[in-house]
Each structure stands twice: as C-alpha cells, then as structure tokens.
DNA sequence: CTGAAAGCGCTTACAG
DNA sequence: CTGAAAGCGCTTACAG
C-alpha cells in the first residue's frame, strides 16, 4: 500500500489517521489509492500495537431462555454503533466454565466483559478480572458483596407490583421462583412474598425454587396439584416457567385464570401467543444490553468513579391469565 | 515471563509449544512458573506472527426471530470445542449492513465467516470475500448461482410432506409464505404448493409474500379473512406467522383447527404452548450451527474441494393445530 | 540443547 | 513536511 503510492508506511498511518504532517494533496491522495485497493489497516497489528482491541465479550448461558438473546442484540448493537466487536462466549447455566470462558477472552484482549449471569460462586473469578485491571459489567443478575457496574431492573417492586395487582380474591397462593443464588431470581420471589404479606398471607410451601425452564414448570405445577389440588394462584419466576405451568392446567382441564390464575415474568413474544395472553413484567432486555454497553465504554475510555448502578424502568402487563 | 525463568522467550514459546530443543527439565520448569503467573500468550501476537487467528464471525439478522439465537448457539458451541472463538454481527432482516460487518469482521482477521440470511443481492460481497480468500458457508438460505458451502434441510420436501398431512378434507387453502427472495421461503411455499397440486388443487392468491414475523401473520389473516371469510388451512413459512394467524382466528372467534388449521414451521419453543400445539416441522437448528462450523473449519484448514452442500434430516410434527 | 535475529502490520516519537 | 527507527508480543528458521 505504501510501496503504491510511493511514500512510507509511516506517511500512510498519518494520512488516514487525519494526523498533522502530511499535505492535504498528498492525504488525499494517499486516501485515494486506499478506496482503491480496498486497504483497511489490521485490527489485530493496531491491537498490538496501540494496547486496544476495540473489542469486548459477552458472556450468556445457554439460550434456551429467550431473554437473553434479546440482551445480546442490544449489547451487539450498542457496541457496533461505537465501532466496536463482541466476542460472544457460551457458559452452563449455573455459570459452569465461567473460568475458561473468561480466559480465552481475556487472551483475546478483549477491553471489557459483560456478564449476564453471574452466581456468588465467581466471586474469586471476578476479583481476578478486577486485579489485571480488566473491565466488567453485570447485567440483569448481580452479587451481593461485590461492587460492580450493573444494569437491571428493580426486580423486587416489580414482583411486588404485579403480585399485588393480581392478588385479590386469590387465597391459596404459590410462588415458583427461579435458582435460589440468582439475584433476580431472588428478587421477584421476595417481592412476591412482599405483596403476600401486605395482604396478611404466606404463599404456599411448595415449588419456590427451581429451574427456569418450562419442564420445571410443568413438574413443579404437577406436585403443587397432587398435592393440594388447584390452587388460586401460581407467581412464576419468568414467562417459560408460566408455559409449563399452563401446560398442567391444561392437561388436567383447569381453566385459566378461572381455576388457577397464572402470572409470568419478562414478556416474551411467546407470552401473548393467541388465546394465551400472559399477565407478566415486561422487561426491556434490549435496552439492558445497550446501556451496559455504554458503561462498559466509560470504563474503557478510563473512568474510574464508583460502581454504577443503573435501574432501568419495566412495564406491568396485565392481560388475561391472572 | 522469560525473565522470570532466565531464558529466551524464544525458549518459553518452544517449551510452551511443546517443540523439539529444550530439556525436558528446563520444559517443566517453564510450563510450571507460566502456570504460577497465569501467563497466557496474547492472540493478538500470536495472530499477527501466524496469520492464524482463531476466529470466525456469524452474521445474524435482527434476533426477534428466535430461530437464530439457537443457530448461533451450535455455531459457538462448535467453535468453542475447536477452540475457537466467535465474532457476532447483526445485520438488518433484508441483509443491509451485511458490506459493513463483513469488512468489520475482516479487518479484525476472522479466519471464515458464517452467514445466516444471505440474499441474492449479496453474491457481489461474496464474490468479493471469496476472491480475497476469506473461506464463508452459508446456513439455513442459500443463493441460486453461488456455489457454495451450506447447511441447511431440504425445505421443499419438507413444506410437501407437512401440507400432504393435513391436507385431507381442506378444501381453500392460503399458503404465507416468507421474503420471497429468501431460498428457504421459496423452497418451502413450492413445496407446500407441490403437495397441493398432486392433490389437484391450488392455493388461494392471498399473501404469499410477506414478513416472516407474527404482525405479518395477523396482518395477512385479516385481509384474508376479510376477502375470503374463514379459510379451512393456512400453511405458514414459519412458525412465528402461525402465532399471527392463530391470534386472529382467536379475535374472530374461530376455532382451530376446526374452523381453520394452521401449520408453522421450525418448531420453536413456544410452538407447543398450552393449549397450543402447532403442528409443523422441526428444524435442526442447533446442529446446523455445529455442522456449518465443521465445514467451515475445514476450508481454514485449506481444504479446496468442492462445495460441501449438507442436508439436515428433518422431523415434521403433527400435533393438533392441523 | 540454547540464544540472537528477523518479521507479522501497524503507530509514534524522533531526526532531517 | 517527510523518512528512518523502534517496538507492541509473539514464532521460527538460523547460528552457535
């Protein structure tokens, strides 16, 4: 490229770099020649080079879970709109490989990582990342006893919220929530138990913790029934939950919200599929991952303040399943 | 690191690397101190020196479709095994931006890339790529005119068999089919259409064409229904149509399938919902990551040969929408 | 068996 | 205003 124009690679880096030391004719010039031929200086040889990377990584658990592709896109495309890229990792849903995940990114220089499901056990994991001067954020789940950069939602009101508003008349209340160690998870069932209590109840014993998934859902619902029959109410930690739920109602011929009221959390697409139209906290995924994205850019860019928290708002649907 | 040791990094890369011409003691005591430092060596380095960098990128429309996260998932599944990491793009459902990520990606040194929902007009591009040596395979679309590496399922046989099923007793029937530019919609309209035709009938006119979204779905029952009154079977491009077709037969009050039968197609989560149980065909959409990494990582190997075309077996299930 | 040197493709002080 | 040189962190022929 140099040799084309017939000047030093040195001269070339200053012209397109718009940098002072070079004559306008010759910079356009040397602008010219590089539309041309289609030059585009190597990411990696200007990694090296410079110590940035223009890159991050994104940590997400298996996507059977809907939400967190949406939180993807919004962290991809945030990143895109300042010219950066994601490398995007896969880890278990109990964050197993969190470790080697994060080290190969590391190893690929990412700038900042962003986590969407951490757990108090990668603690150690990220005070590590912390010591070598790595960049992170948490969106959606955060630890407590570890001060970072976090993006979410109040998990706890909105539970509470929803809860209360579709409490009335309801007496035999169940609270299927999510893994016990998962922040939000936590939350949603405490504001749950908040809304209860408001109203002088305790929600029944059984299926408070479980998978997120939609066969928890269906086994959890299917002990709750054997054991005390239909009852009034089931509050579940996340829409795929409530799927399986509706599934046992379905299956032993209980009506909706008539028999067993059923609320959801997150508003996936899914959730007002056609007769179906689940009463549940719209949260805005995407919006979580452009917003973390914009924070880790700060760190990157080199701010060093307090960890910031950002709170974002939700929505409560009330539709007709509760 | 060398320091640490007192030799070379010339030695350490040789007794990381596991080449002939350093002790096996002096091995060993390197390997342990790089373990006790956490030293990693920078891919960043090791990229440039190489030209090897480990990476590949996947190209992905807007994730409103929930087809894609679990493509990308085998795809980073697949990579992660052969230690390789995974650039994500995002690119507009109509494939705008597809020139922009793809030169992004390429600067950055992807090895291959992945493409998820190439369009006709996008043989420039791919040309291009091929022509600068950059190995690509395509998913799920392909383009009449580009030999190429794919993965994908046979759409055609499989929209026929679907439609031959459900086909009995129907009388009108609409097929909705997708973009009509993209392969995978126009191989399953013709088969739907394949299966009509053997049963000498055609289908209605109205909205072949259209968004492969649920709105598209709602917005060309109306019209149908508007124009034609209840039709006995509308054959959907893919299940998110379905959902669409679903609501509005449940805002008219008509019964499925009784009324209407509906099939989707791709067998999404959500497609076996409650009281929803969408008959349709279910694709491998997992595997089709995976198995376009495979191909994709042989072409980086260097194999030359000619253009792996894999066909995915599919798996069409009757459940009690059609 | 080990060390010194070149080079991957850039950027940035430093001389001219 | 332009060119020669050093260096980012590695790997790999090449001498010793």
């Known amino acids: 490229m140099a040799r084309a124009v017939g000047v030093t690679p040195a001269t070339v880096s200053y012209a397109l770099n718009g940098l002072p030391g070079v004559s ?59 010219g950066m890229q994601v490398f995007v990792a896969q880890v278990g849903l109990d964050g197993r490989d969190h470790a080697s995940a994060v080290s190969a990114l590391v190893d690929s220089h990412c700038e900042g990582l962003l986590f969407t499901a951490v757990l108090p056990h990668d603690i150690p994991m990220l005070t590590d990342l912390r010591a070598r001067g790595v960049p992170f954020g948490l969106i959606n789940r955060r630890i407590e006893g570890l001060d970072a950069d976090w993006v979410g939602i109040d998990d706890f009101a909105a539970a509470r919220e929803l809860t209360s508003l579709v409490l009335e008349g309801r007496q035999s209340v169940a609270v299927f929530g999510g893994p016990e160690r998962s922040s939000v998870s936590a939350g949603r069932a405490a504001g749950a138990r908040a809304a209860l209590a408001a109203a002088g109840r305790t929600p029944l014993p ?16 299917r002990a709750l029934f054997d054991a005390r029959g239909p009852v009034d109410l089931v509050v579940c930690g996340n829409d795929v939950i409530a799927l399986g739920v509706m599934d046992v109602c379905h299956e032993r011929g209980l009506a909706v919200p008539d028999d067993v009221a059923v609320t959801g959390f997150d508003d996936m697409s899914f959730a007002s599929a056609g007769p179906l139209r689940l009463t549940t906290v719209e949260v805005p995924r995407h919006e979580m991952g452009r917003q973390a994205v ?29």
């Open 24 to 82: 306008e004719e010759l910079r356009d010039q040397i602008k010219a020649v590089a539309d041309e031929m289609g030059f585009r200086p190597s990411r990696l040889a200007v990694g090296l080079r410079l110590g940035r990377t223009n890159t991050l990584g994104l940590l997400l658990p298996d996507v059977a879970n809907p939400f967190y592709p949406e939180l993807a896109s919004g962290v991809i495309e945030g990143a895109s709109a300042e």
């Open 206 to 221: 059984d299926g408070m913790v479980g998978d997120l998934t939609r066969e928890s859902g269906v086994e959890r619902a």
């Open 294 to 322: 914009a924070g880790l850019r700060r760190r990157m860019l080199g701010f060093t303040g307090e960890p910031q928290v950002v709170e974002l708002p939700y929505t409560v649907r009330r539709r007709n399943t509760a």
